[in-house]
């Protein structure tokens, strides 16, 4: 028997809670823990003030991406941020066609190397200028440019926007509260 393959459209109808399409497959994902939501809103919150500032782009939180077609690749990042330059519309209906500026992760317990790696991979791969995987249990954020090389940051560092958020700073302190 042959297994269908579902395209971005086909996808974006289907009545999930939660999920993402990898090469045409659904990978439904369970909600996320309080602190998994208050990580991601602290990092949404301190983009849109730099946003404020800046006036750079837009951003926002678990919007899907459609990374490749054929067989189709949507993720959906905890926090996204598209400047005016990469900005063509952020879609009312259906997902965003292209990859965000940056995409952050927000990684759960129990979540696979292999996985999250695969969503740096994806991200990169489809043009993104960077990739923020924060682990809240570890208090440590891995930060990925362009050109794929990863740099780990622990709770006395500050995270910095790079290539994709010119003159960004977050203070881990602030964000993990520690």
Do not use: C, N
């Not at 997902?95 to 927000?106: H, I, M, R, S, T």
């Amino acid at each position: 028997m042959v297994k269908t393959r579902l395209k971005a459209e086909e996808f974006f109808a289907l009545p999930l809670e939660r999920g993402e399409l990898v090469d045409g497959e659904v990978h439904e994902e369970r909600p996320p823990k309080p602190e998994h939501g208050r990580i991601a809103g602290e990092v949404f919150f301190r983009i849109r003030l730099w946003l404020e500032k800046t006036g750079l782009g837009v951003a926002g939180v678990e919007g899907g991406f459609i990374l490749r077609r054929d067989p189709d690749r949507v993720r959906s990042p905890d926090v996204w941020f598209l400047s005016h330059g990469r900005l063509k519309e952020v879609a009312r209906e259906g997902f965003y066609e292209g990859a965000p500026d940056l995409a952050v992760e927000v990684v759960s317990p129990g979540e696979e190397a292999e996985a999250v790696l695969a969503k740096v991979l994806d991200y990169l791969g489809a043009g993104a200028r960077g990739v923020w995987l924060v682990y809240p249990e570890l208090q440590a954020v891995e930060v990925y440019g362009r050109g794929g090389e990863g740099r780990l940051l622990r709770s006395g560092e500050a995270l910095e926007g790079g290539e994709a958020l010119p003159g960004f700073r977050l203070p881990l302190k602030a964000l993990f509260g520690a």
